[in-house]
């Protein structure tokens, strides 16, 4: 908590943009996924961490029924919105964030009554796949969930994080992001069963095993609205139909997807079955407090998600291939894929990893990516 006579950085901004003091700070993590991707929306597992970088949300009630949020990575004119109007499609841009998570919680029963504003700062690259997104809904929930009293249930704040997201931005996102941002635990990955929504923390400390896991933004951007992302939702729709089953999560035996005779559809649910194994490997390797011994399945995944799903990118493959040239332990894509970052296990404190992705990407005339040290930690809370 920041005493009450220092005000901090989003404190003083607040009071620059809306005058008077902020009645709380909240801070919601980004978070980067160890393991398991598309297996979200296959009703699968994933393995997400908070990270320490996030979305940072100064807030104070204000008693004219209005939605007022500002934000210093968008400059510009503010958005000021009656909460009674927010309806799907009454709001476009960044502010459809956390307005919808407003809407989400009106609809849930919860009016905000007198409205609010809110001051929003951020240290998390937004597009890079670290779900500044959800950090920016995750940070917005829980302060307006704090002004207005209401204390809800961390898992229930989640789920109307992402109702905003699906239903109010538009963007058919499952629950992994949201989940990690507010249930995230320092020192731990959260395994989340996206069936049943069951949660678990799973030790996650890189550097008492000497190593640290890097996010490398390779600077490609993803579009998750250009049609790909919905492509590979239904070719898993169409395979777990073919395979008789409600979804590729109720099968086991990478040999199953042999029966399918579509030789596309064959390889996207072996990647679905195939790294729903990788989650459960991972998660035997870091309960035996082996994370040396993860490495070799990040590499497994990333080339499933090469050659099977057909969804990397690039700058990824080459970073994926630098990183293991200059003595990482694995790595893999994170994220969607066609852009965003990838992933590496390194021993600590070596620089040679970062060192010898951006020595590949200018020799390819490509900008120099950034890196930055992914250390799992708390999710969101309440700092001021
Ligand atoms: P990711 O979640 O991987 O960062 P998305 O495309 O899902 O990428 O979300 C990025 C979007 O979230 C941005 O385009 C912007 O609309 C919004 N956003 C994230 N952080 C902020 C912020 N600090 N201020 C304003 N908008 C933000
Ligand atoms: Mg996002």
Redesign the pocket.
């Known amino acids: 908590m920041s005493g009450a006579a220092s005000p901090g950085p989003v404190e003083r901004w607040f009071g620059d943009r809306f005058g008077g003091r902020p009645e709380g700070v909240w801070r919601a993590p980004?978070r980067a996924n160890l393991i398991g991707e598309h297996t979200d929306y296959n009703q699968g597992w994933v393995l997400p961490f908070a990270l320490d970088l996030g979305?940072t949300v100064a807030a104070a009630r204000c008693g004219d029924g209005m939605l007022a949020i500002r934000?210093?990575?968008?400059p510009g004119a503010p958005a000021s919105l009656p909460l009674a109007a927010l309806a799907p499609g009454a709001v476009t841009?960044?502010?459809?964030?956390p307005a919808g998570v407003a809407w989400a919680l009106r609809e849930a029963g919860h009016p905000l009554a007198g409205g609010a504003s809110l001051a929003?700062?951020?240290d998390?690259?937004?597009?890079?796949?670290?779900?500044?997104?959800?950090?920016?809904e995750c940070g917005a929930a829980l302060a307006l969930d704090g002004l207005h009293g209401l204390d809800l249930p961390r898992p229930q704040l989640a789920t109307l994080a992402q109702h905003a997201?699906n239903d109010f931005v538009g963007?058919p996102?499952g629950i992994m992001?949201q989940s990690a941002s507010l249930l995230g635990r320092a020192g731990h990955a959260l395994l989340l069963d996206c069936r049943s929504g069951e949660t678990s923390d799973v030790p996650l400390d890189p550097a008492a095993a000497g190593l640290e896991l890097i996010i490398i933004d390779t600077g490609a951007r993803?579009a998750?609205g250009d049609g790909r992302y919905a492509e590979r939702r239904s070719e898993c729709e169409r395979a777990a139909a073919l395979l008789g089953v409600s979804s590729l999560r109720e099968v086991s035996s990478p040999a199953a997807a042999a029966g399918l005779a579509d030789p596309v559809l064959r390889r996207r649910a072996r990647h679905v079955i195939t790294e729903n194994r990788r989650v459960e490997e991972t998660v035997a390797l870091l309960t035996g407090a082996d994370l040396a011994g993860v490495g070799p399945v990040l590499c497994a995944s990333h080339a499933s998600l090469r050659d099977d799903f057909e969804v990397s990118w690039p700058q990824a493959d080459v970073a994926v291939g630098a990183a293991m040239g200059a003595g990482a332990l694995g790595a893999r894509m994170m994220?969607g894929g066609f852009g965003?970052s990838v992933l590496a296990l390194a021993p600590a404190g070596r620089r040679a990893v970062s060192a010898a992705i951006t020595a590949e990407f200018a020799r390819r005339g490509w900008t120099p990516p950034a890196s930055i040290q992914a250390v799992p930690s708390a999710g969101a809370l309440r700092i001021g």
């Open positions: 980004g979305v934000s210093r990575q968008a841009g960044w502010a459809a964030y929003v700062d951020s998390l690259p937004q597009g890079a796949g670290l779900s500044s997104s959800a950090a920016l997201e963007v996102s992001d993803h998750l994220g965003g």
